[in-house]
């Protein structure tokens, strides 16, 4: 199982950035898949899961209106785009999947928003 995220960066508040994560190693059309995201001194916190049709669910539901995730399963890729950045969005992003009794992690990618 591999999971490869990307696509963040340092952007100033009110932008925009699409998040990408490709997978590979299992069979990616078949499983629902998470978003998730670490800010510094805190844990781990679940931001969205789409399931293996595409249907978005947000954890938060204040974010709700500021994310929209989605899946290629044609390119075994899932995305997050996070639009109206605030500085509390700083956080390293991760993708995951849950196989079996396992839990898998990307390695994840930066998102540093600044004021």
């Known amino acids: 199982v591999q999971l490869q995220a990307s696509g963040g960066g340092l952007v100033q508040a009110g932008e925009s950035l699409r998040l990408s994560c490709a997978a590979s190693?299992?069979?990616?059309?078949?499983?629902?898949m998470e978003w998730y995201r670490q800010a510094p001194g805190k844990q781990r916190e679940l931001v969205a899961e789409i399931s293996r049709s595409g249907t978005p669910n947000y954890a938060d539901s204040s974010m709700e209106g500021r994310l929209l995730a989605s899946r290629d399963n044609a390119k075994f890729t899932i995305f997050l785009q996070v639009d109206s950045l605030k500085p509390e969005d700083t956080a390293v992003y991760y993708c995951?999947?849950?196989?079996?009794?396992?839990?898998?992690w990307g390695q994840g990618t930066q998102v540093t928003v600044s004021s």
């Open positions: 995951s999947v849950y196989i079996g009794s396992q839990r898998y």
């Open positions: 190693g299992f069979p990616f059309s078949a499983l629902d």
